[in-house]
């Protein structure tokens, strides 16, 4: 028989209690057709009837495996021996003291193949030490099928999150134990080897979840009960004092967190306490551990959030029944598929449904479900940079507010924050996830580089803290970010012509009066191109320094591998990297496609929403024009051998006379000979090409096909070495500290 499931049951006496657990998961496992199973009954050297009454018992049944330990091993050790002699790919740790209801294994198997990542699942009981534990009222042993488990059956398919998982019943997959090894038996007769497995499993990147469709009833602790008062405590401390060693953190009490929970999965103030408690080991100073707890108070204490935590503790006194009507509801109207993608976007949608259908609830709750979400999401950020070490008191940040998403195109800001994260500091990289981010939270792109979600940037105050903060400011209408914090250093970096920027802020004159003002506040104001400095008030401008675009040294890297073929051919590929807007010249584009020595034009890059129709119609009149849409930073390092000639194709007006192309130093890391439009940005280099008219663009193609040569290259590769965003970062940290 093909064992798929191993239910191992641990019993030290009780045998009465024992047998009847056995007898009920069988029962149960047969009203579910449930079929390639064994029970393994590990007996922890019992001295009642257990070791007798359990030979009888496997005498009669095949299914039954009996494994005997010579002496009490504890909880994890018994289990040990019932895992190791396991054939299952689920492995089910089961206490001797429960009660199965209908239907409530499916759901916890379901949990395992509809997500490989799950390492251990468990039910829903009336009593446990964390919030698995939901109030029954008036139970019966016999009524199994009554209106509560009808009720739990509605949420079949529904599962949560967790940090801690209950081991009275507990399903684990065969590739966790593989993969992070058995329970640590020193913890003795047992307590804390769960949290112990579950921290462990957490570490391996193993998700914890509870299956709402699954209920199991735990008459609770039945082999503790049978210890002393005094023994019971002295367990405790010994365990607890083992486990808060091995792992260098405090043990937190155990907290009811199911009232919001159902929504949230996040249990926001183990965070928040867990914070606080690593920053107090790691730093071990209690003034420095007053003020962060200070400030983080402060952080959460925002909108009215303080109000949610008190009215939360309302709904903690509310009967079962409301209780998961009221925090189920918003799942069932929003039928979301995964709860983890729940958002404020997704709690105002709920608002507004609920609004149109005169639906009210007490105490503004879908205000409050906003505040927790922002709340939660706070204290993992925050959580997550003192667990990398982020918030030391001596850490450099900086700080680089919302302008385009981190993994478009990467351009100047990303760049920017890369090459300081090269030089030491903390790069913080906040994004709005218009264009091409998916981050809920935050998403780490480097050992020193963090990528966070904008609506978070209330956090900010925690660096507060530090004294080593610079604010890189790009766009004037991020001025409001310094609302939020204080740094040691303001850099207003002006890349773009203001008319680029949408006159958004509710100041009178607008993106001029916010421009204005961040000039008269920064400590550096940074230009791209030389056409910028005429913005800068006059007063301002000793405070400013030229800083053009550059190239990564990785892109040169990659680049340099490969150089681009000399051979003379019948025709010539041409390449066009970067955005697509109102400011690139089609109609030259057009006219190089038309040279019989061109045998295509390729494009990359993003297409603005606004010119996309026009664009699609473009390419269907230019058969030779192909586009081959977004590619990342690294493929087109890799790719530019693969051309001929890169192009940087712009319109001459007001908004690119102020351009320092990026692309310009990219095609030179590939050695790529260059044909670009004229401004002053453009240097005096050999491989790169510079017209003004479309008609001086096209007889110098013909020359650079000619005149391609390996100095030509060499010169290419030494003008990209010598502008890197390594330099520029070096030469704004000299000047600051000037």
């Not at 105002?348 to 505040?371: C, D, P, Q």
């Not at 056409?531 to 990785?554: G, H, M």
């Not at 479309?694 to 502008?723: C, K, P, T, Y």
């Amino acid at each position: 028989m093909n064992i798929k499931y191993s239910f191992i049951v641990l019993g030290y006496n009780n045998w009465k209690m024992t047998e009847k657990t056995i007898l009920s998961l069988q029962e149960s496992l047969s009203l579910e057709n449930i079929t390639e199973y064994e029970v393994i009954l590990v007996d922890n050297d019992s001295t009642d009837e257990t070791t007798i009454e359990s030979h009888k018992l496997v005498k009669n049944q095949s299914r039954i495996v009996y494994v005997h330990s010579e002496y009490n091993r504890g909880y994890a050790g018994g289990m040990n021996l019932g895992i190791q002699r396991a054939l299952g790919q689920i492995i089910f740790l089961l206490n001797n003291d429960l009660q199965f209801t209908h239907e409530w294994c499916s759901p916890i198997i379901e949990a395992f193949e509809r997500d490989p990542s799950v390492g251990a699942v468990g039910p829903l009981t009336n009593s446990a030490g964390n919030w698995q534990q939901i109030n029954l009222r008036n139970w019966s042993t016999q009524g199994t099928h009554s209106w509560k488990f009808n009720l739990l059956s509605a949420f079949g398919g529904k599962y949560i999150e967790m940090n801690n998982l209950g081991f009275f019943c507990v399903a684990i997959h065969r590739k966790v134990f593989d993969s992070i090894g058995l329970l640590d038996e020193n913890y003795g007769i047992g307590m804390f080897e769960d949290d112990d497995f579950c921290l462990r499993m957490r570490l391996a990147s193993f998700k914890l979840q509870v299956s709402e469709g699954s209920f199991v009833y735990h008459h609770g602790s039945a082999s503790f009960k049978l210890l002393t008062t005094n023994t019971y405590s002295t367990l405790w401390v010994r365990n607890s004092k083992y486990f808060e060693d091995k792992f260098r953190m405090k043990l937190l009490p155990n907290r009811d967190f199911i009232d919001y929970s159902f929504c949230h999965n996040r249990d926001v103030l183990y965070g928040t306490q867990l914070s606080l408690d690593l920053l107090r080991k790691k730093l071990r100073r209690s003034d420095w551990t007053k003020i962060c707890l200070k400030e983080f108070i402060r952080v959460l204490d925002v909108n009215g959030f303080k109000i949610a935590f008190k009215n939360i503790k309302h709904y903690g006194g509310m009967t079962f029944l409301f209780r998961v009507f009221i925090f189920l509801v918003p799942i069932l109207i929003h039928k979301s598929k995964s709860r983890l993608k729940f958002s404020i976007s997704d709690a105002t949608s709920l608002e507004s449904r609920l609004r149109n259908t005169y639906v009210k609830l007490h105490f503004n709750f879908w205000r409050i479900m906003k505040g927790l979400v922002f709340i939660r999401d706070c204290s993992i950020l925050l959580y997550k940079l003192i667990r990398r070490g982020f918030l030391f008191p001596s850490t450099k940040f900086v700080v680089f507010p919302q302008t385009v998403d981190f993994d478009f195109m990467k351009q100047r800001p990303q760049q920017l924050a890369l090459a300081f994260a090269d030089a030491g500091y903390i790069a913080i990289y906040f994004t709005t996830n218009s264009q091409s981010d998916r981050i809920d939270v935050f998403k780490c792109v480097g050992d020193r580089s963090i990528v966070i979600n904008y609506r978070l940037r209330i956090a900010l105050r925690i660096l507060n803290l530090h004294r080593d903060t610079i604010f890189y400011c790009i766009w004037p209408t991020n001025h409001f970010y310094l609302e939020y914090f204080r740094p040691k250093k303001i850099v207003y970096d002006i890349c773009d012509s203001l008319e680029l920027l949408k006159d958004a802020s509710g100041k009178e004159g607008g993106i001029q009066s916010l421009h204005t003002e961040l000039c008269s506040s920064a400590d550096l104001i940074t230009y791209s191109a030389r056409n910028l400095r005429e913005i800068i008030p006059d007063s301002r401008k000793e405070k400013s320094l030229y800083l053009p675009n550059a190239v990564s040294q990785s892109f040169v890297d990659i680049a340099s591998i490969h150089s681009p073929s000399l051979n003379k051919q019948n025709q010539f590929k041409l390449v066009y990297f970067g955005y697509l807007s109102k400011w690139v010249d089609f109609d030259l584009l057009q006219k190089y496609s038309n040279l019989l020595s061109v045998g295509e034009v390729s494009i990359f890059g993003s297409v603005d929403s606004k010119f996309k129709e026009n664009f699609e119609l473009f390419l269907d009149r230019n058969k030779k024009i192909k586009y081959y849409g977004e590619v990342s930073n690294i493929e087109i390092a890799q790719r530019l051998h693969e051309f001929d000639v890169g192009l940087i194709p712009f319109l001459s007006n007001t908004i690119t006379d102020s351009v320092s192309p990026v692309k310009l130093f990219e095609y030179a890391a590939g050695s790529l000979p260059t044909l670009t439009f004229y401004n002053n940005e453009m240097p005096k280099c050999s491989g790169v090409f510079i017209y003004r008219t479309h008609e001086e663009a096209l007889d110098l193609l013909d020359q650079i096909l000619e005149s391609r040569s390996i100095g030509m290259q060499d010169s290419l590769r030494l003008f990209s070495v010598e502008n890197l965003w390594a330099h520029r970062v070096e030469l704004v940290l000299k000047t600051l500290m000037q």
